[in-house]
Structures are given as structure tokens and as C-alpha cells.
């Protein structure tokens, strides 16, 4: 059974390495089963096992190329039950923060920009909170706008530190405390979202470099944006990219597996085919079940012998569970088509 787990999360590690991707596609946000310790070093086996994201569409403006040096950016995410977490690295030559009263400008200041949307609802949110805009200053000032339209300072919705780890170059790391569209500053902890697997959310990350004058003068993203729309993000919700929360130990949990099947299945994620492999030549399956996460039968496959391709061509991107059967044993892991 140890081996077995070793091999999972071997499997897992190196296909994460295998597979970067950009915003442009779905981001499979990673379960993390030890916290991560908030002080501005990547120290922690999540973001070890972690992909980067790219933080490089220019925004404004629309379209420019950064000059060597100026700006470069990007991002990993891990969550738990109580915390998204988020990494970013920044390369920027100059920090600079021109205004004094953080809720004065804010957007002028070099500030690392976390757009999060709970539910994935999309949608307005200029002035409520069907998502958030962090505007996260080098002091930890974490600004969006308030019923109002004016500026208000959610520093409380977030844990974050920054470290210098090269020459212009920044590490910020973050703990995300995660709310519905009900948030009350007042009351935070009522609409205080505990995060599960399969949660889908919107998420985009942005940094608005300033550093020569008192005004923003470059906004890179991490989402492509037509030009039309490079600037909405702060109050539409529609253009955040899809972000889904995996972790690979849910099959685990479920009551009915049986933990006596030496099942392999790989690689996570798949694209076009999946393959089933028993560790033993005398240990054969026979039933392959692959189903939604809710357990919705997508389609069964009978085979004798001890390794079995399954097409998975046609399938939508997203996650699924293959349940493999050995005799009056079941193993059971949730599979990720990209
Ligand atoms: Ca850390
Ligand atoms: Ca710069
Ligand atoms: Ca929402
Ligand atoms: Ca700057």
C-alpha cells in the first residue's frame, strides 16, 4: 500500500512537471495537506509540486512590450479547507509607492492585483462582492472598492509577506481567506467559504508597475484580454480566468474503496488516453468504471490481462473518477482531462 501511494504521488509530480499551461487554459489548483507558512520563501513541498503561470499579457498599454528587466511575473496556487494560497514572483526594477494614504490612488503604487471570484458566477462586482480585486500594496494594504465606490481596506481577508530572493527580484506569498458574494466587512466570518475538491472558482493575477512618475504606467495580467476589455477586470468578473480545486487524496476518502487493489492509473492529467495497470501479471482486472465526481456512469470497459487503454478523447476538460475492479476490490482516483 506504500508503494502504491508513493507511486500516485510520484505520478502526480512528474506530471506537473510535465505540463505548463497558461491562464488561457484551466488552472487544476492542488491540495495541500500541510499549511503553508506565510513568510515569503517557497519552501513548501505544494509549491515544489506546483506549475507556474505565466503574468504577461500587457494590459496597458494594450498590447506594449515590457523592456528587459522592468517586469516579468508569475504565479502558482495550492489551497486547503481554510486558505487559497498564491505565490507570486516579480521581477521589477524600481519599488515604488508615491501615496502615502493607501486608499488614496492605489492603483499608482507598484501593487500585485488578486482577482477572485468564489463561485465562479462572473458578473458585475465593481461595487459588491460577487468578487474581489485586491490591490495588494508593498505594505500589505489590500484595496478594492466598497458599495460606494470608494476605497476600502480588506488587509484582514489576507495573510502575505514579500521577500527579496534575487536582484529585482520578489517573492510574495499569500493566504487567501475566501468569501461569498454576502461578505459584510462588519461580520466577515459569516460568509466565510470553507474550500472542498472539484470547487470550481475565477481567478486572475495582475501587477500594476510604476517607476518613474506617480501614475500607473504599465498593467500586466495573466490573462489574455481584447483590447476593448483590458481594463475591466477590476469591476467585471467575466473575463477571470477558471480555476479548479483538486485534491488527488479525495478517492481515498470515499467509504466504499477498498484499499487492497495494486492499481496503477496514469498520467494525471490526461489528454486522449488514460492507462489502467495492475502491478501484479496475476492480479487482473476486469471491470473499469469511469464516472463523474458526483458518480454519474460515463462508461464501463471490460478487459482481461493486467493493462488496459482507455479513450478519453471525447471527454470535456475537467475531472472524473476511475474506479478499477479486482475480483470483489475496488480502487478508485479522480483522473484530470486537460
Ligand atoms: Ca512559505
Ligand atoms: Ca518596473
Ligand atoms: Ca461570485
Ligand atoms: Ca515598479
Same mark, same amino acid.
Given at each position: ?8 504521488? =510520484? ?10 499551461? =497558461?491562464?488561457?487554459? =484551466? ?17 513548501? *513541498? ?14 496597458? #498599454? ?5 523592456? *528587459? ?32 494614504? #493607501? ?36 505594505? %500589505? ?5 466598497? $458599495? $460606494? ?20 527580484? %520578489? ?13 459584510? #466587512?462588519?461580520?466577515?466570518?459569516? $460568509? ?29 495580467? $495573466?490573462? %489574455? ?22 485534491? #488527488? ?29 495492475? %502491478?501484479?501479471?496475476?492480479? =487482473? ?5 469511469? /464516472? /463523474?465526481? /458526483? ?44
Amino acid at each position: 500500500m506504500i508503494k502504491y501511494i508513493a507511486s500516485v504521488t =510520484t505520478c502526480l509530480a512528474l506530471a506537473a512537471c510535465a505540463w505548463s499551461q =497558461t491562464q488561457k487554459d =484551466t488552472i487544476f489548483c492542488y491540495h495541500t495537506n500541510t499549511p503553508v507558512t506565510v513568510d515569503g520563501q517557497a519552501n513548501e *513541498e505544494c509549491w515544489g509540486a506546483a506549475v507556474w503561470h505565466p503574468i504577461d499579457q500587457v494590459w496597458i #498599454p494594450y498590447g506594449a512590450t515590457m523592456k *528587459e528587466g522592468d517586469f516579468a511575473g508569475r504565479f502558482k496556487v495550492a489551497w486547503d479547507e481554510q486558505y487559497l494560497y498564491v505565490l507570486v514572483e516579480v521581477i521589477d526594477d524600481s519599488l515604488s509607492d508615491d501615496h502615502a494614504d #493607501p486608499l488614496l490612488n492605489w492603483w499608482d503604487d507598484d501593487c500585485l492585483e488578486l482577482f477572485i471570484d468564489e463561485d465562479r458566477s462572473k458578473g458585475d462586482h465593481e461595487r459588491n462582492c460577487n468578487a474581489f480585486a485586491y490591490h495588494v500594496s508593498l505594505f %500589505y494594504d489590500a484595496v478594492d472598492l466598497n $458599495s $460606494s465606490g470608494q476605497g476600502i481596506n480588506y488587509k484582514d481577508n489576507i495573510e502575505v509577506d514579500m521577500d527579496t530572493i534575487g536582484e529585482d527580484t %520578489y517573492l510574495w506569498e499569500f493566504a487567501i481567506k475566501i468569501y461569498s458574494a454576502a461578505f459584510d #466587512p462588519g461580520n466577515p466570518e459569516a $460568509s466565510r467559504v470553507t474550500l472542498t475538491h472539484d470547487k470550481k472558482m475565477g481567478l486572475a493575477i495582475a501587477y500594476c508597475d510604476n517607476d518613474e512618475t506617480t501614475a500607473r504606467e504599465n498593467f500586466i495580467g $495573466s490573462m %489574455y484580454m481584447t483590447s476593448a476589455h483590458a481594463n475591466d477586470m477590476y469591476k467585471n468578473a467575466d473575463y477571470f480566468g477558471l480555476m479548479i480545486l483538486v485534491d #488527488p487524496d479525495y478517492a481515498n476518502s470515499l467509504a466504499d474503496v477498498t484499499r487492497q487493489a495494486m492499481v496503477n492509473i496514469f498520467p494525471v492529467p490526461a489528454q486522449n488516453y488514460l492507462t489502467v495497470e495492475t %502491478y501484479s501479471a496475476s492480479q =487482473t482486472v476486469n471491470v473499469i468504471s469511469l /464516472t /463523474t465526481i /458526483t458518480g454519474q456512469v460515463i462508461r464501463n470497459e471490460y478487459f482481461t490481462g493486467n493493462s488496459h487503454t482507455v479513450d478519453i478523447e471525447d471527454l470535456e476538460v475537467g475531472m472524473y473518477l476511475l474506479k478499477a475492479k479486482l475480483g470483489d476490490s475496488f480502487w478508485s482516483q479522480v483522473v484530470v482531462k486537460k
